[in-house]
């Protein structure tokens, strides 16, 4: 039975109550709201912090032998729930469904009343804290300033017999040709002791085996084998068939207690030293941050989250990262179906307390169940900047970046204890994917090994042609770049326009819409432009040009060290200044095409030009085809032309790129005349693929 609808709902002054009684509020103050929703979409508890929810409903009293549960599918993010007065426990988290057992609640009557305070942390920029909303408490770069609290799943009660399947994870230990290997982990809740019959299929595998279980909680686990197994592929290697899998409990008699159901894909995946393969199969992971789909969870459109997957494909990407939350079903739905996997963070986002241990335990166990059964998810990752010192970063210098260095060099309890908690948590449910403990640490002793790392450079520090400097001399800070890019207005923003321009409320843009003021008056200032769509073309250039060059430089680098990359990020929820390549409404920016341009199979690139030549500087210049074709491209033709005010030059060479690698094709070597002003290097590769591509310098006397 479904309880969503017309609920009453009013706010919660003075902190949570510890009681619940109609008495407790005047009949004024009650407002009838919609669930699944939000309450910061209703004008007048938008600024509460808690709000009080009631609905009456008619159910028959359980039968003999029949067990009533309530379920939450989604809240945010705290709730205390009472059922006709009676006081039924407490839920915390976004992402997970919460069950309450309430068949005496519900016993010897049929007209029930159910009362639940729920209360919600507002969005803010500051990262630190105890909650596990993760990004989606973050703004207002990736989401608007507000309140996202509410009930934004279905509310339901459910009958089931003596045996309840509170939660089921997913995994595949093996899959081969010839057969694959799929653990299951059941959490059940029985009434008494004695035997369950679980009878499981997989696709058309079936399996039946009897368990003997204690009154209350029980943890089983049993696998089950898949002869000749369809597997599953990134869509850059194969086909992505699904399989249902039923997992039934019941009586030795044959009797149905409880019955759930999941799809899943066959595959394995493995990783070393951030170089991935899925089964067996090596690929160079190329990838973007999605943030959460939408300010409102209730509201998320799944039609949308398809077509934003769709975008990502067609640009070339293979990746997904799921940054700091747990996504709406929709989004790991559509991956499976696309071929894109998905790297999943868990919704821990900057520095966490002592006492929130045990918490995040529970978090990790929970995320496991909520989407490890999707073969699109191929990487877990526990912790987001524990250090506090990146996520929301602003533009800093080098010596900034040093003291940042030696800062990560020290052992802290987020490092040191709560996140190796986290993985060995998410290891024990689930053997079947690689995690890592914390995101944006740089190597630090004693195995001076990191993991991804934030760079941001050509934006929160430094240039971007920085980046293949800092790759010779410190390779294990490139072997995956995660965070990378630069930020530039939507379309059709608000607050720009030309009547007050370049007098614009700047402040507002900052706290409302994401603006990185400090950033992008370092990078592309407003006040040396004169029209608001000039900024805005100088904004949209400069960031297509930052990660077309983060892009061809770390494919430059493919599995030398670079296993992959993730730019930050793919698309806005709302209107703002960001790094995003999808605007609000939809619609790509430059930066989109120069990224779809960056990864396409095949591309030629070259050693970057100084910004600046001095006339008679001598230069040798690498040119590589990077080909990520699992078969050797042979017969390729690459021409390099070099022009300046009074000449040109042009070096032609033949060749074969190697499958799935990065070959270089030719060098150029030249001496810069003894004249100033623009020089172009550009670059076509002519044979079974057609890239071109071109830099910049300029030559002073």
Known sequence: ????????????????????????????????????????????????????????????????????????????????????GAYLGDAEGYFMAHQFDVTEAMAGRREHVLAVEVSCPARSSDISGSHMLGSLGLAPELLPPGNPGGLWAPVTVESTGEVRILDLRVATLGASERRAVVALQADLMADRAGLVRLHTTVGEVEHTADHVLASGLNQVEWRVTVPQPRRWWPHQLGDQPLYDVTVEAGTTQGGLSHRRRVRTGLRTVQSDRWQFSVNGERLFLQGSTFGPASPWWAEVDGAEVRREVALAKEAGLNLIRAY???APPALYEAADEAGMMIWQDLPLLGPFPHRSRSAVSDCARAAVGAVGAHPSVILWCGHVDPLGDSAER??????????????????????????????????????????????????????????????????????????????????????????????????????????????????????????????????????????????????????????????????????????????????DSHPAVSTALVDWQGRTKPAYEALAKACQPVIVVADRLPEALTAGEELEIGVYVVNDHRHPLVGLRADATLQWPDGNHTWTWEGTAGADDCTRIGTITWRAPDSSGHATLHLRLTGPAHPTNRYDTLITS
């Not at 052992?411 to 998410?426: A, M, Q």
């Open 1 to 84: 039975m479904e309880l969503s609808g017309a609920w009453t709902a009013a706010p919660v002054e003075g902190g949570l109550s510890v009681g619940f009684a109609d008495a407790d509020f005047d009949d004024r103050q009650w407002l009838t709201v919609d669930v699944p929703g939000h309450w910061g979409r209703v004008p007048e508890l938008a600024q509460a912090g808690a709000v009080r929810y009631r609905h009456w409903f008619d159910q028959q009293p359980p039968a003999a032998g029949e067990r009533r549960w309530l379920v939450f599918e989604g809240l945010l993010y705290q709730a205390d729930v009472w059922l006709n």
């Open 324 to 326: 700091g939350h747990v």
């Open 394 to 571: 602003r533009a800093e210098s080098f010596p900034s970046l040093a003291r940042r260095l030696a800062a990560h060099q020290r052992p802290s309890w987020n490092l040191s204890v709560l996140d190796r908690t986290v993985k060995r948590e998410i290891e024990r449910r689930d053997p079947s994917r690689p995690v890592v403990a914390y995101s944006g640490v740089l190597p630090h002793f004693p195995r001076l090994d990191g993991t991804d790392t934030h760079l941001w450079l050509g934006w929160k520090q430094g240039r971007e042609r920085d980046l293949e400097p800092l790759a010779a001399r410190w390779p294990r800070a490139v072997r995956f770049v995660s965070q990378f890019g630069a930020q530039s207005p939507a379309r059709d923003l608000p607050l720009l326009d030309q009547e007050s321009w370049p007098d614009v409320d700047w402040a507002r843009l900052a706290e409302d819409h994401g603006l990185d003021a400090s950033a992008m008056n370092r990078y592309v200032p407003p006040r040396d432009h004169v029209t608001v769509a000039e900024w805005q073309e100088a904004a949209w250039a400069y960031q297509a040009m930052v990660v077309q060059r983060h892009v061809e430089t770390l494919r430059k680098l493919k599995y030398r060290p670079v296993g992959g990359f993730c730019h930050h990020f793919f698309a």
